[in-house]
């Protein structure tokens, strides 16, 4: 049957891939604020209406906060890493409203497939990340669909 939101607490394994999937690939893989005051940050002067830019993609492949970075191991997130070294949804006052909804969305939609097809690499067409406004895969995602 279709997954749905009664399983989540049941489908921590696929919670984890979704996870991992947003550390790897954040499809908001920068944010930015407009500073309203002085302030130094790391040494560098910011001034009021300055653009500080978060680079989500780097912090979350950040050698000094992930062990192995760019390796896909969903198992990482059995330990909760530090709040601030992963924001595929932000942080603080303006943090995404619809994050639980995004996840519980994401996991009942695989944990779905899942248990109906069996997906395989096509070689050659490898996915590759694209950074327009947002993080997404250049031209889609393509892999060989079979039923189980
Ligand atoms: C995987 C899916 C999603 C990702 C990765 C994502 C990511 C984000 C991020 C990073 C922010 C913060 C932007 C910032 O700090 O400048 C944000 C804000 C927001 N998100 Fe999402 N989001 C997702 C899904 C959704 C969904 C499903 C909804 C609505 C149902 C939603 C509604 C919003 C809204 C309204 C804000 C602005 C909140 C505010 O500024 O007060 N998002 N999202």
Do not use: K
């Amino acid at each position: 049957r279709a997954a749905a939101a009664a399983d989540m607490e049941r489908l921590p394994l696929i919670q984890r891939i979704v996870s991992e999937a947003l550390r790897l690939y954040p499809p908001a893989a920068f944010l930015s604020r407009a500073a309203q005051a002085h302030d130094r940050l790391c040494g560098r002067e910011v001034r009021p209406g300055d653009t500080v830019m978060l680079p989500i993609y780097a912090l979350h492949r950040h050698h000094l906060l992930w062990t192995n970075p760019d390796a896909f191991d969903p198992d990482r997130f059995l330990t909760p890493p530090d709040r601030y070294a992963f924001l595929p949804f932000g942080a603080g006052p303006r943090i995404c409203i619809g994050a639980g909804f995004a996840m519980q969305e994401a996991v009942i939609i695989l944990a779905t497939l899942l248990s109906r097809f069996r997906f395989t690499a096509i070689a050659g067409r490898a996915p590759e990340p694209r950074m327009i406004l947002t993080l997404r895969p250049h031209g889609g995602v393509w892999l060989n669909v079979a039923r189980r």
